[in-house]
């Protein structure tokens, strides 16, 4: 289940973004301070183009997912996800949260949202998350793929789309 993000989940958020293992599949790895994010939270909820909401499995809070870009002329938008790592992992509870909240939040995407193009940027040598999305309908878009500089390493990151079914 998806539901938009509250106040009360904004230090679940930055917690669990702040995870070393999540940081990681990031273009942006720094810690995240609660000023940072405070500020990030801020222009997010002033921001008509993104919004931020909390993935309930199980009926607890387990992950955020991200839309951005959200383009209701053009019916696109780009998206990103985090779970609750250190929440999941001890109910053994990890892979059904990652495929349930991609589940969740392309529902959303296409139902709530009503896209025709929901996009993804992925870093290229983050294989998992390729292949779920691969799985799930996701095509590359190559002309979309860029190298950028992460921590002074060259970084692949890959684009991908999903479009909606047509009638």
Same mark, same amino acid.
């Given at each position: 289940?998806?539901? *938009?993000?509250? *106040?009360?989940d904004r230090e679940n958020v930055r917690r669990w973004r702040n995870h070393p293992e999540v940081r990681?599949?990031?273009l942006f790895r720094d810690v995240?301070? *609660?000023e940072g994010h405070r500020a990030w939270w801020a222009r997010v909820a002033a921001d008509p183009a993104r919004r931020v909401l909390i993935y309930e499995h199980e009926g607890t809070a387990a992950g955020a997912v991200t839309f951005q870009d959200h383009d209701p002329v053009a019916r696109t938008a780009e998206w990103g996800f985090f779970l609750d790592l250190d929440g999941l992992r001890p109910r053994n509870a990890l892979f059904g949260a990652w495929i349930g909240l991609e589940q969740a939040a392309i529902r959303y995407a296409l @139902? @709530? $949202?009503? $896209?025709?193009?929901?996009?993804?940027r992925t870093l290229a040598a983050n294989k998992p998350v390729l292949t779920l999305h691969r799985r799930n309908g996701f095509i590359e878009i190559p002309s979309r793929h860029y190298t950028t500089d992460i921590d002074g390493i060259p970084a692949d990151v890959l684009w991908l789309e $999903?479009?909606?079914p047509t009638s």
């Open positions: 289940m998806l539901r *938009p993000a509250e *106040p009360r990681a599949q990031f995240i301070t *609660p @139902d @709530d $949202l009503n $896209l025709a193009v929901l996009g993804a $999903l479009r909606a």
